[in-house]
């Protein structure tokens, strides 16, 4: 009992940790492909160092939702950490908390309080983006049910840990058509709930084009370093679960050695710089989407969704 405790500190340790590098490594990759230099990938700890040194600033108009959206932002990811696999393919201490839905919900509590946040200040680009954020958060949620509603039903469960092992034995079950269209929803709403190329283009800073990046627009100092820090370990996540609950379930710790667990740390990191590099090619290879039709984007993955769900309702 000890050491499954010790090893979700070491989980939330590691996403904390990485969550930034991956984001760094991302931006660089981007940078790369478009003939520029760009930052350093450690640029995101440096850009978190400076902000938590700096004075935060607190609209006189906002309320307490303003002042606690922060540590929300900060805390839903570590939270979701507890239930996912992220180093281990075993059940650790507090993983049958909740399921794959329990910590979606977690998540979209805290963009929930995000967009609150926004709209509190009474700046008008924060009212604007949030409306945005929830029209593609409307059209996301069906999405999310579906997807976890076809998981359960293949794998017979939504904790994280029991579907990851139903993709592993047997093997057939990996290339079965449900699963192959689960994958694609899936990625299709990583790009969407954490604004990527085609639903938002995160390197764009203009006001009225911006629909994830506008809700951090008020935020200083402490503030804006838990929300952005939130921001990069909500992808981590993401990435974590589509990684190694569906795609590759390989590469974590199978037993209770620490030192099996630590050399999991690079083989999921490496698992990640892959993602990363897919997510270069695609986002370099799209532009964004124009408002109205992101609709039609995420209506694409609610199709796909639903064909993997009646896919898998036949197969079984």
């Known amino acids: 009992m000890l050491k499954h405790f010790v090893f979700n500190l070491m989980q939330m340790f590691v996403v904390m940790a990485l969550s930034p590098l991956c984001v760094g490594i991302l931006n660089k990759l981007k940078e790369r492909v478009q003939s520029k230099t760009g930052p350093s990938i450690f640029q995101p700890y440096r850009d978190l160092y400076k902000l938590f040194s700096k004075d935060e600033a607190v609209p006189k108009q906002s309320s307490w939702i303003f002042r606690i959206t922060p540590y929300l932002v900060f ?9 996912i696999p992220v180093l281990t393919d075993y059940p650790l201490f507090w993983a049958f908390m909740g399921d794959m839905v329990g910590g979606g919900f977690v998540l979209a509590l805290a963009g929930f309080f995000a967009t609150l946040a926004a709209v509190d200040t009474t700046n008008p680009y924060g009212a ?7 029209m593609v958060g409307f059209l996301a949620e069906p999405i999310f049910i579906i997807v976890f509603f076809t998981v359960s039903y293949v794998a017979d469960s939504t904790i994280p840990f029991i579907v990851q092992q139903k993709w592993v034995n047997p093997m057939s079950n990996f290339f079965e058509p449900s699963h192959i269209l689960i994958l694609i929803a899936f990625f299709m709403l990583i790009l969407a709930e954490k604004g990527r190329i085609p639903v938002d283009n995160p390197s764009g800073h203009f006001e009225l084009a911006m629909i994830d990046e506008s809700k951090d627009l008020e935020f200083s100092g402490k503030g804006a370093a838990l929300m952005k820090w939130g921001g990069y370990m909500k992808f981590f996540v993401l990435m974590c679960i589509f990684l190694n609950v569906l ?8 037993t209770q050695n620490f030192l099996d667990v630590i050399l999991a740390i690079p083989l999921v990191f490496f698992k990640v710089l892959i993602f990363l590099i897919v997510l270069t090619i695609i986002e370099s290879s799209l532009a964004k989407l124009r408002l109205y039709r992101i609709s039609e984007f995420m209506t694409a993955a609610f199709v796909i969704a639903t064909i993997a769900m009646m896919t898998s309702a036949f197969q079984h």
């Open 128 to 134: 604007m983006g949030s409306s945005r954020t929830r």
């Open 247 to 254: 795609v590759t379930p390989w590469g974590l710790a199978s």
């Open 75 to 83: 805390m839903a990811p570590l939270f979701v950490t507890l239930l």
